[in-house]
């Protein structure tokens, strides 16, 4: 899958959280959630959509964030340096397994990790894309560690 098919499906995904099936226990809550959940998008053409920042997310930009959530691949392998973190584990999303759409964050480490199904602590800066969403994620934790 090209990565402006899975940026696209991830943007669509990052914000549309409704009522799901799953477990409630697994699903991450949060104000930095919260945060990112208040982004919606703007569609301009049928290939351009842009991100719409509120005043609350803008104040954390190019700022240190943290999150904790579940990562969700997007390169093969057991060790991962660039996935999407996401408030729901990934046998319980909508395009990786079942239930709904959960809010997502694409996130780039430092040095790779081990996957793991466990949450994982993630604390990197917190970039916000001006640029067409359909090629590039609008949420995006740079230089991340784990906590």
Request: proline share 5%; net charge positive.
């Amino acid at each position: 899958m090209k990565l402006s098919n899975l940026v696209l499906l991830l943007i669509i995904a990052v914000f549309k959280v409704s009522a799901q099936q799953h477990n409630p226990n697994d699903q991450i809550i949060s104000r930095q959630w919260n945060i990112i959940g208040g982004v919606s998008f703007k569609v301009v053409k049928n290939q351009e959509m842009y991100a719409v920042y509120t005043n609350e997310i803008k104040k954390y930009a190019n700022k240190s964030f943290e999150l904790e959530g579940y990562m969700i691949p997007i390169q093969e392998g057991m060790k991962q340096s660039k996935f999407m973190l996401s408030t729901l584990p990934i046998n319980q999303c909508f395009f990786c397994g079942k239930n709904g759409i959960p809010a997502m964050v694409y996130v780039e480490l430092l040095e790779p990790t081990k996957f793991t199904y466990n949450t994982v602590r993630v604390k990197g800066i917190l970039k916000l894309s001006v640029s067409n969403a359909m090629d590039y994620p609008p949420i995006v934790l740079v230089n991340g560690l784990l906590k």
